[in-house]
């Protein structure tokens, strides 16, 4: 899904217009950003899932074209960790089809 595919989305299920969805969208990628920069740990938390900034040391690596080593830059990089809810329901339907399987074993 991209980004205009999910406004879209959103107008729908929100039943607002594209305009109103594309903004809250936006506003919810701000806020993320804005509060991790400044170095809070957690946004959103259960519902979604948890972002945070982590440090990813500097390290060696080579170019691929030369293949001559290079030195690459110390960087913060944000880190996803999905919620139960998300979990739960991305796992809904194979939970249901193993406690079937099983079921149908005894």
């Keep these: 899904m ?5 406004i879209e989305h959103i107008a729908k299920q929100a039943d ?7 903004r809250a969208l936006e506003a919810l990628i701000g806020g993320v950003k804005s509060t991790l ?3 809070q740990q957690r946004v ?3 519902l979604l ?7 990813r040391a500097a390290r060696s690596g080579r170019n691929p074209r030369t293949g001559a ?4 830059k110390a960087a913060k990089v944000p880190k996803f960790r ?3 809810a998300l979990k739960d329901a991305l796992n809904a339907r194979r939970r249901r089809a193993e406690r079937r399987a099983t079921l149908t074993l005894r």
């Design 82 to 84: 999905p919620g139960k």
């Design 69 to 72: 080593a290079i030195k690459i």
């Design 16 to 22: 607002i217009s594209k305009a109103a969805a594309g």
């Design 49 to 55: 899932g948890t972002f945070s900034v982590s440090k």
């Design 37 to 39: 920069k400044k170095k």
């Design 2 to 6: 991209n980004k205009s595919e999910l």
């Design 44 to 46: 959103i938390g259960r």
